[in-house]
């Protein structure tokens, strides 16, 4: 079905890989419109719960964009670039109402880098790797790595992995909360599976308010407290939290259906 993607449905959670293990999985405009095809069943198919990105191979997550695309452009044509990819994938993810999870194996480089910071939170492999390298060639992150990687480590070592291009290691991205864990390599994607069936447990609307609310605090919108407030409410008239006030109150395990 895809030429750059591998697809897996795996008890309700989808295995995204990247398969350019050639090429570092490298994005192109291959992988960012088949992201975004596989992204759109993710946000429309009930039988998905949630998903899961990782790349083929042991080296690389995504080592990268594809710079060979970068030579013929000109400012219209790299804000257009940008622009798209964000729409057709990286914003995509940040915003999708199921949960999405990065599974960082190897080099997570540029546009590998902002990959992993857009999905709503990341595992990474002892032998990972981040970075966003992008001065070295006269740019800047263009999908939106300025903006999440200080949300994520703070405006002072954001500043100094951007200015610098230097690499962080899977340790030491643990310790700036850039990730969540740090796992052997054969333990990585099974790490990602066991939160999301734990996740799959609890009621999908409140799941989705959560990811929303969560983006408004990391966006800092002046709106987040009243947004907070109005999903709470909304909760209330699902049948999802009648089911779990019960639930709790008969001592038994809420049996949720999105509703």
Known sequence: MYHTLLTELENGTLIITINRPDKMNALNRDVIAELGAVLNDVYHKDEIKSAIITGAGEKAFVAGADITEFLALGKEGGSALARKGCELVFDKIE?????VIAAVNGFSLGGGCELAMACHFRIASVNAKFGQPEVNLGLIPGYGGT?????????????????????????????????????????????AKDILQKIHLKAPLAIESIIACVNDAARCNPHGFDNETERFGACFATEDMKEGTAAFLEKRKAMFKGK
């Open 95 to 99: 915003n999708c109402p199921k949960p």
């Open 147 to 191: 903006q999440r990687m200080t949300q994520l480590i703070g405006k002072g070592k954001a500043m100094e992995l951007m200015m610098t291009a230097d690499m962080t290691g899977a340790d030491e991205a643990k310790s700036l909360g850039l990730v969540n864990y740090v796992v052997p390599a054969e333990e990585l994607l099974q790490k």
